[in-house]
């Protein structure tokens, strides 16, 4: 067994261990790359990969692509009510990809989100808008003449800031402490392109990267309720409270503006859901030639002499090509489907260790009319319902659900990030009627490994009447719900602990150290296969990029190891020339 995480040398194109599966059995199909995994990541690399003429798979376990980009029908007595089950707004999407891929032929429609809105328990709201300093110094000086005054402040700060982390995004991490040439190029490229950060920059980047985003708006403002709205983006889909130290860090990964490539969107909504995002890059794979099964649920990751070689199937079935891309979280990806005694040590504890937990509960509801908030009264559609319907009153809220959680229970009081896309999409439920997304935590961690399902239904209904405190024909309105925990995110969706981006966002877990050091280049210990989960940089979220990056890599490799073939080529035959 290989002790160390090194990348095996290209020419020795071997790691330790047996092959694992047998290879002996009748060969299906062979194809150029197959792709594990038909969330939109999987989709991103096979689109890819089949535009350069290679004969693409993709498999899908599940009945249908997208994974945790997903429209669905939950409630079986009311079909025309669709939902996006689990991810909800759109931003990260590059437009290198949006434009590479056509998507927008192939229907990918965003509504720009309105403003950030949060109604109080005791009366009053805020709203909070991306592009608007004079409203939001009214509304903030409604709460805070000193805030409102800091605000534009604020936005310029961080707006300089996304700027330098943005293209960080669309950079491959250099292997950090490698002694390799090639490595060590990456690094000085990475310093060369950062050389005009000045000292200021690199502190406020440091203190961005470290603080908490408690510790950081106590910094800038002084009223609660504007700390609240503004540490929503800190804690998303993070087993963190907002006091924990690297949530800053979280905000600005929401936040980010300029990826180098042009600026991301503001959030918005994809007309459709979700799943019409991914259905569109299913339609761009499919478009360049790939092929994509679903109900093709992948056992193991079959090796030959040390390098991927092809997949088997829970029915039996193998197939075989040369380059294999997986998208599934790390744990499956290389612990079940590699094998621990395939992959060095240094690298199986890595992905042992990889940090997986959320503490999420996605609330989708079927509503007869849209909620009548007491601080902005009426049923009728209004700017407020257009955006974010925030339940994050202040920071000791959010700070509450999270301590309930870590100390074993389910909030008592749930933070939520609530949407009603359908103040705009009008495909997922019939006229006059709203679908409303309510993304919600915390439940303790653990609640990924038992379904919890009284609880949960109880924490729902919690969660309803923290709503129906500040809007009170809330809960009245609600016609269906779709209550889905940690458990169902992992045993239906492969979000193993139920952490929704495949691993969390913690300092550890970032850029080079993402997925585990030595192999943050969309490469992975085994020759030919290659990494596209949101496990890896610049993921989570429904951003595509380590889909783009897996497949650039095995596309790089190839036309290597192409040019190699062909130069050994042309020697052996100079030498046969005499
Ligand atoms: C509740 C929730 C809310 C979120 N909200 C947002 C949001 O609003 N905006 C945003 O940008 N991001 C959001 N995210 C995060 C985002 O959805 C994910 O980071 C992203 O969708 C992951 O994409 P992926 O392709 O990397 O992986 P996945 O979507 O997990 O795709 C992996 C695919 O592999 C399949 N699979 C698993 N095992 C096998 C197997 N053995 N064989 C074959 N196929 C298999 C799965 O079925 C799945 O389709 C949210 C996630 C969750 C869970």
Not at 48 to 70: C, D, H, I, P, Q
Not at 75 to 97: C, E, G, H, N, Q
Request: with cysteine; net charge neutral; charged share 25%.
């Amino acid at each position: 067994m290989a002790t160390k995480a090194t990348r095996p040398s290209k020419t020795q194109g071997k790691t330790r261990g047996t092959t694992r599966g047998t290879t002996s059995g009748a060969t299906v199909t062979d194809y150029d790359a197959i792709i594990v995994g038909g969330g939109h990541n999987g989709l991103v690399a096979a689109a890819y990969l089949a535009r350069t003429g290679a004969r693409t798979l993709v498999l899908e376990g599940r009945s249908k692509t997208g994974g945790a980009a997903t429209t669905e029908a939950p409630w079986p007595d009311a079909p025309d009510f669709k939902v996006t089950r689990l991810s909800y707004v759109m931003s990260l999407l590059p437009p290198t990809i949006i434009k590479d891929l056509q998507l927008q032929k192939h229907g990918y429609k965003i509504f720009p989100m309105g403003p950030y809105y949060q109604a109080f328990p005791e009366g009053g709201s805020i709203k909070l808008y991306a592009d608007d300093a004079k409203r939001n110094y009214d509304e903030v000086s409604r709460w805070s003449k000193k805030d409102a005054e800091a605000m534009p402040r604020w936005d310029a700060w961080l707006a300089g800031l996304a700027d330098v982390l943005g293209p960080l995004l669309l950079t491959v991490p250099p292997n950090l402490g490698s002694r390799r040439p090639r490595d060590l190029a990456q690094t000085l490229k990475l310093a060369w392109r950062n050389r005009n950060l000045d000292v200021r920059t690199v502190a406020d980047a440091t203190r961005l990267m470290t603080m908490s985003i408690a510790d950081l708006l106590d910094d800038w403002f002084e009223s609660p309720q504007v700390k609240g709205a503004l540490a929503v983006n800190g804690v998303i889909g993070t087993w963190a409270g907002p006091y924990e130290p690297g949530t800053a860090y979280v905000m600005a990964h929401h936040s980010i503006g300029d990826v180098g490539d042009g600026h991301l969107g503001n959030w918005g909504f994809q007309e459709g859901g979700m799943g019409a995002v991914a259905d569109a890059i299913a339609k761009a794979a499919r478009e360049n030639g790939a092929e994509i099964r679903t109900g093709a649920k992948v056992r193991n990751i079959l090796l030959k002499d040390g390098k991927a070689h092809g997949v088997i199937l829970d029915n039996g079935q193998q197939l075989t090509a040369k380059v294999i891309v997986t998208s599934l979280h790390p744990r499956t990806a290389f612990l079940d489907h590699v094998g621990r005694d395939n992959l060095p040590d240094d690298f199986v504890r890595d992905i042992e260790h990889w940090k997986t937990r959320s503490g999420v509960v996605k609330i989708n509801l079927a509503l007869a009319e849209l909620p009548d908030f007491t601080a902005d009264p009426g049923t009728n559609l209004q700017e407020h319902h257009t955006g974010s319907v925030e339940m994050a009153p202040t920071m000791p809220y959010i700070e509450r659900a999270f301590t309930d959680a870590r100390e074993g229970r389910p909030a008592t009081k749930p933070f939520s990030d609530g949407v009603i896309p359908t103040a705009f999409d009008k495909t997922l439920c019939p006229d006059g009627y709203h679908i409303m997304s309510l993304f919600t935590q915390w439940v303790p961690s653990d609640w990924s490994e038992a379904p919890h399902t009284e609880e949960l239904q109880a924490y729902a209904d919690r969660m309803i009447d923290c709503y129906n405190e500040v809007a009170p024909n809330f809960k009245s309105s609600i016609l269906h719900r779709d209550v889905v925990g940690p458990y169902e995110m992992e045993h239906d969706y492969g979000l193993i602990g139920g952490n929704i981006f495949h691993g969390e966002l913690s300092l550890e877990q970032l850029f080079h150290m993402r997925p585990a050091p030595g192999f943050a280049d969309y490469r992975t210990p085994v020759p030919g296969l290659y990494y596209a989960s949101s496990a890896t940089h610049a993921g989570g979220g429904v951003c595509g990029i380590p889909g783009m990056q897996a497949a650039r890599a095995a596309i790089a490799d190839r036309k290597e190891s192409r040019a190699r073939k062909a130069s050994e080529a042309l020697k052996a035959a100079r030498a046969r020339r005499g």
